[in-house]
């Protein structure tokens, strides 16, 4: 959700640009973008949701402080949520890979992985959410 600036109008033919950073990153193994732009929605409450998956998560903070000081620049814009999938919650992954545009994949192997993986796990996890949500609030199901 927009926090400070609209998205520039030509946020989308920014991608490749995106891609091309992700892509020449040696310590990023894939990376999607989620959220309304994977679909082309780009609204006055838009931002752009960026998730990676790393080789390495020494000295994270440096790195992800890096990362989007980069990808920022070549957006043109700091409405940019970057989540880093090895350490996110199982809630948020399962569903950033339910609606994911794929921006670099270096090794499809362990991709595939992840995301079986994931998916097993969250879709494990979504019974008990909606368990514990019709029990607490009385919704769901």
């Known amino acids: 959700m927009i926090k400070f600036e ?3 109008a030509d946020i989308l033919s920014k991608i490749p640009d995106v891609k091309r950073i992700l892509l020449q990153d040696n310590n990023i193994i894939f990376a999607y973008l989620f959220g309304g732009l994977t679909e ?3 609204n006055p409450l838009s931002d752009i949701d960026i998730a990676v998956y790393l080789r390495s998560t020494d000295n994270l903070a440096e790195y992800k402080l890096n990362l989007f000081d980069r990808l920022t620049d070549a957006l043109s814009t700091s409405e940019l949520d ?5 350490i996110i919650p199982l809630s948020i992954a399962g569903r950033i890979l ?3 545009q794929i921006l670099a ?3 499809p192997p362990i991709r595939h992985a992840y995301e079986s993986l994931t998916l097993r796990k969250f879709f494990d996890f979504r019974i008990k959410e909606d368990t514990f949500f019709f029990m607490r609030y009385g919704v769901g199901r």
């Open 105 to 107: 994949d270096k090794d």
């Open 98 to 100: 339910q609606n994911k």
């Open 6 to 8: 609209r998205l520039p």
């Open 82 to 86: 970057l989540l880093i999938l090895n």
């Open 40 to 42: 082309g929605k780009v």
